[in-house]
């Protein structure tokens, strides 16, 4: 749930940040008078920019919260000279930190660098086949090898020119492959088909050494899990083999409401063990969402219901504070469009929502793919796109859910009379991720995804983070285990705490790819 949207798609590329250490830097002094010189001399050095436009265009993230003005911007027009810069920060005497930004979809710095920029603007133009390109062999069936800059709307436009499309997605589309994959890249599909990352065969990765390894889960294995989910923390993706598979032609698209919580997490739970790849019966997406007074049904996520069901949908939710909405899909294509309404009929039967509250789209793929970015376009052409997203989104166990809804939604939420974007909650199965990537899940076969997509103004996003902040606090005193999902936690403890068991392979493969912590400083972890 991860970008500078108003940039506009066409021109959107990876970023690399390239900065000295905070403390080695002056701001009275230009950057060149703390540049090794024999930087400059290298053969990618024309292509680092010191102007007003491109230091402000790498000032912010998508979170326009935390701002840091880099001192440059490099504009690499190849692998190499990713390759040729980190290598050179490497064997520098005095080495300077380099991380990975693509479209910036982090909350509170995590995809900035201070002091030092680096925009990749020109690797998107210079890709063959504009970045994609689709083959199949008979150990991997169809596959396409996308660079790690590239946007997944246009991954989806290039793969369906063959009839094919990746299985799993985030909500929205604009965002890079690499930088999704070093988070983990979650939606309503993960329940089935796992996160982004459980669909990747290949990658190849430039290591915080400057070297370009190819790797997989046969090869060089250790940094392929290590980068999958890693943060940025041990190399920057160049490329990445996803795997594709025949894509359907439309969707039916359902919304039914819930005034009771159980019956809600029991019905999501129940539809998320139908999760086979292969069983015809099994729903491609479930999400849910919660109604509230403070806003109107629909949102900037999508604009679903009818304008003559939102009185009576307001009536209810006024009713009962809170109405849990339950989305679901189901793809279908020529050979199944006559079985498709037979098999969503039988699925109503064994839910509980409230009768005369289930709603139905019949749409293209795309359609219901893309269907954040028409609310985004609204947003931007009222200058409501760049504003503070002092956003949430956590991974909480089953077993705690219903303590969450009491504690959190029906108490300190409802309490507060603030949250006026979007608030997701879902559940995913913990068996279709592999432990061995550097994400972190709650320790349950069945974990929810909880999500706070605040949106505020410049002068009041700090309540919607002292409401984050108290939420957190009732899930520590109540020994509610959540995972951060975008985490931003500031001191080492709290690293250990976020990783967990996992944090020890996470330090010791720190060392491995990454040994002098030049990569993604924005995150925290170990600079």
């Known amino acids: 749930m991860a970008v500078n949207y ?26 060149t008078d703390f540049l090794p ?67 910036s979809h982090s909350v509170f710095g995590q995809a900035m660098a201070p002091n030092g920029v680096v925009d990749m603007m020109h690797l998107r133009s210079h890709r063959e086949q504009n970045g994609v390109i689709v083959s199949k062999n008979p150990s991997l069936g169809f596959y396409a090898d996308v660079g790690g800059e590239q946007l997944w709307i246009d991954v989806l436009k290039a793969t369906l020119e063959h009839g094919l499309a990746p299985v799993s997605w985030t909500d929205y589309l604009y965002l890079t492959v690499g930088g999704t994959l070093s988070n983990a890249g979650i939606s309503g599909q993960s329940f089935r088909y796992g996160p982004q990352i459980s669909n990747v065969y290949e990658m190849d990765v ?56 159980s019956a809600f997490t029991k ?59 339950l989305e679901v899909a189901k793809y279908y294509d020529d050979t ?21 509250f289930k709603l139905e789209k019949d749409v293209s793929y795309v359609e219901f793919l893309d269907r954040v970015r028409n ?20 991974f909480l166990p089953k077993s705690r859910i ?7 939604f029906r108490d300190i939420v409802l309490k507060r009379n603030i949250t006026t974007g979007p608030v997701l909650i879902y559940p995913m199965n913990r068996n279709k991720w592999d432990d ?52 931003h936690d500031k001191s080492k403890e709290e690293w250990i705490n976020h990783f967990g068991s996992k944090w020890r392979t996470f330090r010791e493969r720190k060392a491995l790819f990454d040994p002098k912590m030049m990569l993604s400083p924005g995150q925290r972890i170990f600079n």
């Open 206 to 261: 430039v290591t915080g050494k400057g070297e370009l390894v190819t790797c997989s889960a046969h090869k060089n294995s250790e940094l392929f899990y290590a980068v999958l989910g890693g943060l940025g923390q041990f190399g920057i993706i160049t490329r990445a083999r996803i795997g594709i598979e025949p894509a359907p032609k439309r969707v039916k698209w359902v919304r039914v409401l819930y005034s009771d919580f």
């Open 267 to 325: 019905d999501q739970e129940r539809l998320i063990s139908i999760n086979g790849r292969k069983q015809s019966n099994a729903l491609d997406y479930v999400e849910g969402s919660l109604l509230m007074n403070q806003g109107p049904p629909n949102n900037w996520r999508s604009s679903f219901f009818p304008s003559s069901d939102i009185p009576r949908i307001m009536s209810i939710v006024t009713q009962h504070g809170i109405i849990y909405c």
């Open 6 to 31: 108003a940039v506009p798609a066409h021109s959107i590329v990876i970023l690399l940040f390239v900065t000295r250490l905070v403390s080695a830097i002056g701001k009275s002094k230009p950057w």
């Open 37 to 103: 010189p024999n930087l400059l001399s290298l053969d990618f050095s024309e292509r680092i920019r010191t102007d007003s436009l491109a230091i402000e265009s790498a000032s912010s993230d998508y979170g326009n919260i935390v701002h840091e003005n880099p001192a440059a911007v490099l504009y690499p027009s190849s692998t190499q000279d990713i390759v040729s810069l980190i290598k050179f920060a490497y064997n520098n005497s005095a080495p300077f930190t380099v991380s990975a930004r693509g479209r």
């Open 336 to 356: 199944t469009q006559h079985s498709v309404a037979k098999e969503l009929q039988q699925m109503y039967k064994g839910l509980s929502f409230i009768p005369g």
């Open 436 to 487: 061995r990537t550097s994400a972190v899940i709650p320790d349950e076969e069945v974990f929810y995804t909880v999500g706070f997509l605040h949106s505020s103004g410049f002068d009041d996003w700090q309540k919607y983070d002292d409401q984050n902040k108290e939420l957190l606090k009732f899930c520590e005193k109540a020994g509610i285990k959540v995972k951060q999902y975008f985490p």
């Open 375 to 394: 609310g985004e376009l609204k947003l931007q052409s009222q200058g409501l796109w760049d504003v503070p997203h002092p956003w949430l989104n956590l």
């Open 402 to 408: 219903s303590d969450f809804n009491s504690g959190v």
